[in-house]
């Protein structure tokens, strides 16, 4: 009898293991979703990483998260999307810089 080949199954993807660090649960809640929405991102709609990444610049920029733990997160959010390395890091850095640098204080937000 004929072996016959077949595709290997989907992987669903897991969630987003974040790695712990001393930003707040709402905002680590806010990173999740985010890079859930980049996850979930058809390709014809790629500017959503960067707008993404521009919305989790003020927590940056406040000093609730880390800026390497957002940059991590998006990195690997869309690696898992096929896209290299190259390719998404100077669009994530790019859209975290110009986030930071309009970010309105905390208390005027």
């Known amino acids: 009898m004929p072996l016959l080949l077949q595709p290997a199954p989907v992987q669903p993807a897991?969630?987003?293991?974040l790695p712990h660090v001393s930003g707040s649960r709402a905002v680590l809640a806010a990173l999740e979703a985010e890079c859930a929405e980049v996850s979930a991102a058809p390709e014809s709609k790629r500017n959503i990483p960067q707008q993404r990444a521009f919305k989790m610049g003020r927590f940056v920029a406040w000093g609730d998260i880390p800026r390497h733990v957002v940059e991590e997160a998006f990195?690997?959010?869309r690696e898992a999307r096929g896209l290299t390395a190259a390719e998404c890091r100077a669009t994530i850095r790019s859209a975290l810089a110009a986030s930071i640098r309009k970010a309105r204080p905390w208390d005027a937000a």
């Open 14 to 17: 897991g969630p987003l293991r």
């Open 75 to 77: 990195q690997a959010t």
